[in-house]
C-alpha cells in the first residue's frame, strides 16, 4: 500500500505538502532548491501570492503557495487558493469541441457559420478563400481578431461583453486574414468555439462542461466564471505590475461573462494537477471516458506552424520546445494574475504555476520544469552526506547579485544567485576538498578557486570567503 507522507514546512510564505516521491533524497533536494528559488523570486519580485503545484504522473509531489492571497488581510497563499486561470480556460473548450465531434456532433471542417448562423454577420477578409472552421478557430489560424468588439481588457472596470454584445459586435468587424493564411491568437476565435459546444450539445456551456469535464474529473474547485462568493475567502484578490515606485496596484473584480469560454475560469493549483494527471493517464491507454487517448494525441500534435514565424499550436494546446524538449500546455493572463500550466507527457511531469499578480507565470514553471526534472527520471541516488547540511544557507552577496543560496546538490553543494532568472543553468558547484573547504567545479569538470567556510560554535557556518571576498550568513 502506498503511503503518502505531508511534511509542513514553516515558511512565512505558506505551508507546502510533500509526497511519497520525497523518499528518493535527490528529490527532496531539488523540491527544496526550487523551493528557495520561488520563495527568493516572489519577495525580489514583489509578487503578492504564488502557488504552485508539482505533478508526476498521478501524484501531486509538492504544492502549495508563497505570500499572501491579499495584502490588507495578509491571507496566506496556499495550494488551494482560487486564482483566474483566463486563457487556460481554452483548454477545457477544446476539449469540450473533441468530444462533440467523436459524438458526430461536429466536424473540425465545419463551418463556424454551420452552427452560429449568426456568425455570417463578420465581414470576411476574402470571401474566395473558403470558410473559416472550427478547426481554424482551436489552432488560431482562423484569420478573426483577436477580440470581441468591446473595450473589455481597458481598467479599471474590464466591461467584459454578454453574448448578445459579442454577436451584435460581429457586424463591425471584419476578419483580419483569410482563412488558413497566419497565426493570430483570438479570444474571439475560442469564444465562438464555446458558442459551439452550447448549440452543438443543445446546453449552456457552463452546464456542458461541469457535467462533462470538470465534475468526472473532480475538479470541484475549478469554474468557467470566476467565484463571486469567494471574495476576501479562497479566491485571490488579482493585483497590477509592478509600478515605477515599485508597488502594485490592486485590480477590480471581473467576470468575462460571454468571454468565459476563453478567458473566463478560476481555478486552483490542486485542481490544475488533476487536469494534468488524467491526461497522463489517458496517454498511458487509462481512463479515456473524457477523451479518447487518440484524440488527445491529436489535441496535443502541431497542427499549425506559421509560416512568417516559429509559433506552432496544436487543438486548444500551445505546443512549444524549451531545451530541446517538447511541452504543451497553456498560460493564462488577466487582470490581476497570471498563471500557467505546463506538461511534459512523455515523462508524465507537470508543473501549475498561479500568481495573483502580472508575472512571467510561464518562465517560473518552465525553471521549476528544469530543476525537479532530473530527479524525477533519474535513479535514486545515495543519500547525501548529512554534514554537508551545516554550510546550507543563504549568504550576503555580491554588488550583483541581492544573496548567495548554498544549497545541497547532487553529491555535494552548489551556489545559486538571488534573484535568478535561469537557475538550473546558473549553479556553481562546489566539491569538498578539506575541513570546512570546497572548491569550485568548472563546467569541463576541473576544479577551480577555494571557498572557505568560517563555521560557529553550533556547528553551522556563519560567513564564507570566496575570491578573498567574506560573505556573512543571512539565513
Known amino acids: 500500500m502506498r503511503t503518502t507522507t505531508l511534511l509542513a514546512v514553516a515558511l512565512a510564505a505558506g505551508t507546502w505538502h510533500l509526497a511519497a516521491a520525497q523518499q528518493n533524497p535527490r528529490v527532496a533536494q531539488a ?29 501531486v509531489i509538492w504544492s502549495g503557495g508563497f505570500g ?40 473540425l471542417d465545419d463551418p463556424v457559420a454551420k452552427h452560429l448562423s449568426w456568425f455570417t ?39 467584459f461583453p454578454t453574448h448578445d454584445q459579442i454577436v451584435a459586435g460581429l ?16 479570444n474571439l476565435g475560442i469564444t465562438l ?53 515599485g508597488t502594485r ?7 468575462a461573462r460571454g468571454i468565459a469560454p476563453a478567458a473566463g475560469y478560476a481555478s486552483t493549483v490542486e485542481d490544475l494537477g488533476k487536469f494534468a494527471s488524467w491526461q497522463f493517464k489517458t496517454l498511458a491507454g487509462g481512463w479515456q ?60 511531469i507537470a508543473v501549475a504555476v498561479a500568481g495573483n499578480a502580472m508575472i512571467d507565470a510561464g518562465g517560473l514553471a518552465q525553471d521549476v520544469y528544469a530543476l525537479v526534472a532530473p530527479a524525477l527520471t533519474g535513479k535514486a541516488p545515495e543519500k547525501p552526506d548529512p554534514d554537508l547540511s551545516a554550510y546550507v544557507g543563504s549568504y550576503s ?32 558547484r562546489l566539491r569538498k576538498t578539506g575541513e570546512h573547504t570546497f572548491r569550485r567545479v568548472r563546467k569541463d569538470g576541473e576544479l577551480g578557486e577555494e571557498v572557505k567556510f568560517e563555521m560557529g560554535r553550533d556547528g553551522k557556518a556563519t560567513a564564507l570567503t570566496w575570491f578573498s571576498n567574506r560573505r556573512a550568513r543571512m539565513r
Open 68 to 107: 499572501v492571497s491579499d495584502l490588507e488581510k495578509k491571507t496566506p497563499a496556499t495550494a488551494s487558493t482560487i486564482y483566474s486561470i483566463c486563457s487556460i480556460s481554452k483548454l477545457f473548450t477544446s476539449v469540450a469541441v473533441m468530444q462533440l465531434r467523436d459524438e458526430g456532433k461536429l466536424r
Open 171 to 186: 457586424s463591425e468587424q471584419q476578419a483580419l486574414y483569410p482563412a488558413e493564411t497566419y497565426f493570430q491568437y483570438s
Open 249 to 255: 496596484d490592486k485590480m477590480q473584480f471581473f467576470q
Open 397 to 428: 552577496g555580491q554588488p550583483w547579485t541581492g544573496e548567495s543560496a548554498i544549497i545541497a546538490w547532487e553529491d555535494g553543494l552548489a551556489e545559486m544567485s538571488l534573484p535568478n532568472d535561469d537557475p538550473i543553468n546558473r549553479l556553481t
Open 289 to 348: 471516458e473524457i477523451l479518447k487517448l487518440s484524440t488527445l494525441r491529436e489535441m496535443q500534435r502541431i497542427h499549425w506552424v506559421d509560416p512568417d514565424t516559429e509559433g506552432t499550436w496544436g487543438l486548444g494546446f500551445a505546443v512549444w520546445r524549451n531545451g530541446g524538449k517538447a511541452f504543451v500546455g497553456h498560460g493564462g493572463s488577466c487582470p490581476g494574475y497570471r498563471t500557467q500550466l505546463l506538461l511534459r507527457p512523455g515523462e508524465k
Open 121 to 159: 454577420a463578420l465581414k470576411p477578409n476574402k470571401p474566395e478563400a473558403g470558410d473559416i472552421t472550427i478547426e481554424g478557430l482551436l489552432t488560431h489560424a482562423s484569420g478573426l481578431p483577436r477580440e470581441s468588439n468591446q473595450p473589455y481588457w481597458t481598467g479599471p472596470d474590464f466591461p
Open 193 to 245: 468555439a464555446g458558442e459551439i459546444v452550447s448549440a452543438a450539445s443543445g446546453k449552456s456551456y457552463a452546464d456542458y462542461v461541469q457535467a462533462k469535464i470538470l465534475g468526472p474529473l473532480g475538479m470541484t474547485s475549478t469554474s468557467p466564471e470566476m467565484p463571486a462568493a469567494e471574495q476576501g475567502k479562497r479566491l485571490a484578490t488579482g493585483y497590477g505590475s509592478l509600478t515605477r515606485s
Open 31 to 59: 523540491l527544496e532548491v526550487a523551493k528557495i528559488y520561488l520563495d527568493a523570486t516572489r519577495a525580489y519580485q514583489q509578487i503578492p501570492g504564488l502557488s504552485v503545484a508539482i505533478v508526476k504522473d498521478q501524484e
